[in-house]
């Protein structure tokens, strides 16, 4: 695979900063784009904008069917059973927000448990609490240890009958561990659990199949995928789907309506009030063409090497303190905390040589803690980068450690 051909797809990265070629190691929090998405873009808001479902002229008629294939796009990426096990969100946080405020509290109430992990998203954290306080239940969190992986023995003590939920990240933002998703979700459901699978970090990254997974929901986020900012993706099976009260009211997700009630279309549209980022998901399916074209499993496997390439590159800095696995299969990210200076030292160091990583707690603060550091810097890789490019953060690192010694 031509990884540098790859990256010319990309108009951004052919930019400087501060006289120093872009290197950008920042894609777990947003990935570029390239250019067939750009241009699918662009021909929407050029030709066929439009608001989508029921209007009959030729614009909107447009609209609807590239919105429609789009749903049909992602449900094959992630094989789902059904397009219609396909919501459109803001992202994954939104995703989580809607099973925490539907499903949660259609089905949770006091003495009910809600387990899952020390290694969250604090996106799939803080709805988990709130759902926790509306219905009475408890939640409860399987521990992580020094390596970065879960405990699994724990997760077996704390697996009891009174666990309704069972909510869990699939690779660790701040670690880069890979969670095994589908034994831990196929021994919740032995006991009855529904099962949430947050995979912001997977999809797009490694291949992701919920029938392979056994999931009953699944949420990640386009932004993540080489897409656009503002859509993301729930999935559900349609089992628990059609149980499901709506969460938002409004346009496009009712049946009938009179001045004192009102019944609801079934899923998808019962979660898609009012009018969907339309541009987004037609930018969701060029994206996803665009990587399935390459192929997830090459897609994969040069995020691996990447990792494991930073691995062996950056252990070797005196001062330097990998966080998280440091053997077998990973995500394409590196999380690290330097003896010699802060997080937010090292990022600001970095840009000023045109690299771009992250600095902080990544939005998990209690994993921080579990760690022991007030926060770490984060290189996180996508298909678009290649070796030179991490040679050149362990050179810039090494400088750091110099300076700031």
Known sequence: MDWLRIRDDFPILKQEVDGHPLIYLDSAASSQKPRAVID????????????????????????????????????????????????????????????????????????????????????????????????????????????????????????????????????????GTINPVREMCAKAKALGATTFVDAAQSAGHIPVSVQDIGCDFLAFSGHKVCAPTGIGVLYG?????????????????????????????????????????????????????????????????????LAQHALERLSSIEGLRILGPQTGPRGSLVSFHCDFAHPHDIVEWANTYGIAMRGGHHCTQPLMKRFKVPGSTRASFYLYNTTQEIDRLAEVLDSARRFFS
């Not at 803001?90 to 949770?108: H, I, K, P, Y």
């Open 40 to 175: 699918a873009l662009t021909r929407y808001y050029e030709r066929d904008n439009a608001n989508v479902h029921r209007a009959l002229h030729a614009l909107s008629m447009r609209a609807t069917d590239a919105f429609e294939a789009a749903r049909r796009t992602v449900a094959r990426f992630i094989s789902a059973a059904s397009e219609n096990e396909i919501i459109f969100t803001r992202g994954t946080t939104e995703g989580v927000n809607l099973v925490a405020n539907a499903w949660c509290g259609a089905n949770l109430k006091p003495g009910d448990v809600i387990l899952t992990t020390g290694m969250e998203h604090h996106s799939d954290l803080v709805p988990w609490q709130l759902a926790a306080q509306r219905t009475g239940a408890t939640l409860k969190h399987i521990p992580v240890l020094d390596d970065g992986t879960l405990d699994q023995e724990a997760f077996e003590k704390l697996l009891t009958p009174e666990v309704k939920l069972l909510a869990l990240v699939h690779i660790s933002n701040s670690l």
């Open 237 to 305: 099976r349609m089992a628990i789907l059609e149980t499901m009260p709506p969460w938002h009211g409004g346009g496009e997700m009712i049946l009938t309506v009179t001045l004192d009630s009102c019944t609801y279309k079934p899923p998808p549209a019962r979660f898609e009030a009012g009018t969907p980022d339309i541009a987004g998901a037609i930018g969701l399916a060029a994206a996803i063409d665009y990587l399935e074209a390459i192929g997830l499993p090459n897609i994969e496997q040069h995020g691996l090497e």
